[in-house]
């Protein structure tokens, strides 16, 4: 692996770090809440660092897989790290662990947090809180690509290792003009939902702020009790609209956008997950009015399928605490953490269309047992799955339930009970933020052990950038040349 290329790379992504650290400081300015040096000293450590590396590390060649793979990893580890020094040096956090917790669950679009005084934080803290989840969101390396086109390496490797989802769907002939594509459209939504939230009386900090954790999937609220603290079904609306349209591929947007009404109806993976959103939401309500939870049926259906929305999109707000509710619905939204969104979104989770493969590909199997000569392939779409790729959604799903009873054991020796281990880790692994029990919709992750929480930061990490660009790192044979 080239080194040297690579830690170029590191140093002009800790360069954009250290300009997006200066955002904040407006509003800091204008709230006068005194946390504007912090950002300033943050910025200038990001420059400084990011400086030697990116003009002491010359090199001429090309990006291959290899980088590709470490430039994402060790990028977002980066960005947790330094984008940690602001709770740091204002010592609204100066835990470091914590502080790296708080800023890899945005970063990685998770939302969990150690925080228990949200609205105590100045503004600026909370405008970055969330501006880390929108960064976050699309990607950063893509967001790097689109407006740092001064790195002069070929992008597709670090687009095929950031993109969620089994395959990076390629708009643009140029990886540059793709993400710039994807961008615009990511804006586009972010200012329709902040202009609508403000219709619904919210201010334009909190609607902003509650829009980029929206369309991140991230769920990183102003207020300690997340979205229930307006008790608005109007903004409740909006914001759950906007949650399941992060959750679909931005691919699909994009044809929306150009009148392409075909290609949006006809997705066989969006059908599936509107499927699923309806169905969950259907039988959470027929419960909950059947338990007496609700009575009437708009406020049933209001809370409903908020919540089915939050958990799907891994997004993670809450109008509503879940475990009170009838058993069976808890296990539902428990499916929906491990579901996640559709591939080509903002949203975590082991992805909708690897659910359909996998459902369509046990299908297959039973057929096979039954007609032994039969030949019948596994389709998407009306069109056959490379068998690759299908190789690979079962090695994908092997290793989520693999790190996930492994976390989950981790936890346990930390001395966490069985549901508030398991439920954390889910929570960290499908990047959705609440839990259950001790970490559930009305709680966080403060009392987690710091070596729990350490092993739920490498969590997020892996969830957010989909297992194997982290894993493959450990394999001796990636650093060999």
Known sequence: MNLVLTLRILGALLLYLGGTLLVPIPFSLFYRDGAWLPFLYSALTCFSVGGVLFYGCQSSKELSVREGFAVVTFGWA???????????????????????????SGFTTTGSTILTEIESLPKSLLFWRSLTHWLGGMGIIVLSLAILPMLGVGGMQLFKAEVPGPTADRLRPRIQDTATLLWGVYLLLTVAETLLLMLGDMSFFDAICHSFATLATGGFSTRNASVAAYD??????????FMILAGVNFTLHFHLLRGKLRDFHSNEELRFYFGIIVTATAIIIGFNWYHGTYLQLGENFRYS???????ITTTGFGTADYETWPILTQYILVLLMFIGGCAGSTGGGIKVVRILLLFKHAQ?????????????????GNRPVDREVLQSILGFFALFIGSFVFASLLLAACGMDLVSGGAAVIACLSNIGPGLGSVGPVDNFAHVPVFGKSVLIICMLMGRLELFTVLVLFFPSFWRK
Do not use: N, W
């Open 78 to 104: 980066f960005f947790a790290l330094f984008g940690a020094l602001p709770y740091i040096f204002s010592g609204a956090i100066p835990a470091p662990v914590d502080a790296i917790f708080e800023t890899m």
């Open 232 to 241: 608005s079904s109007y903004i409740d609306g909006v914001i759950t609209l």
């Open 305 to 311: 399928i908020f919540q089915v929305a939050s958990i």
């Open 364 to 380: 297959v199997q039973v057929f096979r047992l039954i007609h032994p000569r039969a030949i019948r392939l596994v389709k998407l």
